[in-house]
């Protein structure tokens, strides 16, 4: 069993930014890609960010290249998503997901997610 709870979560206005934490614990952290998906109110969730087991290996909707930074820390069994540049269209609940050696095509699919975090709240005010 691999728990994976976020943090990092919070309100800035436009233009700000926030760094998400989020630590996989329990199981060989480096055996997981691991990612962020977020859902707005009354949509549903979507992918954002995937990174690789080994970290070599990135990608980011087209919504936030340029602006988010995915990385992980596996001797800390973490990985954080750094958001520059916010916009309100950036509001919404943060997940953190660990996929078991998965592909970016099949985690952003969300087919082969094994965990999800609880979620962290981000809101973007203007």
């Known amino acids: 069993q691999v728990q994976v709870v976020e943090s990092g979560g919070g309100s800035v206005q436009a233009g700000g930014s926030l760094r998400l934490s989020c630590v996989a614990s329990?199981?060989?952290?480096?055996?997981?890609?691991m990612g962020w998906f977020r859902q707005a109110p009354g949509k549903e969730r979507d992918f954002v960010a995937y990174?690789?087991?080994?970290?070599?290996?990135?990608y980011y909707t087209d919504s936030v290249r340029g602006r988010f930074t995915i990385s992980r820390d596996n001797a800390k069994d973490t990985v954080y998503l750094h958001m520059d540049s916010l916009k309100p269209d950036d509001t919404a609940v943060y997940y953190c997901?660990?996929?078991?050696?998965?592909?970016?095509?099949?985690?952003?699919?969300?087919?082969?997610?094994?965990?999800w975090g609880q979620g962290t709240q981000v809101t973007v005010s203007s």
């Open positions: 997901a660990a996929g078991w050696y998965a592909t970016f095509q099949n985690f952003a699919a969300s087919r082969s997610i094994d965990y």
């Open positions: 990174i690789s087991w080994g970290g070599g290996s990135t």
């Open positions: 329990g199981r060989t952290f480096s055996s997981y890609a």
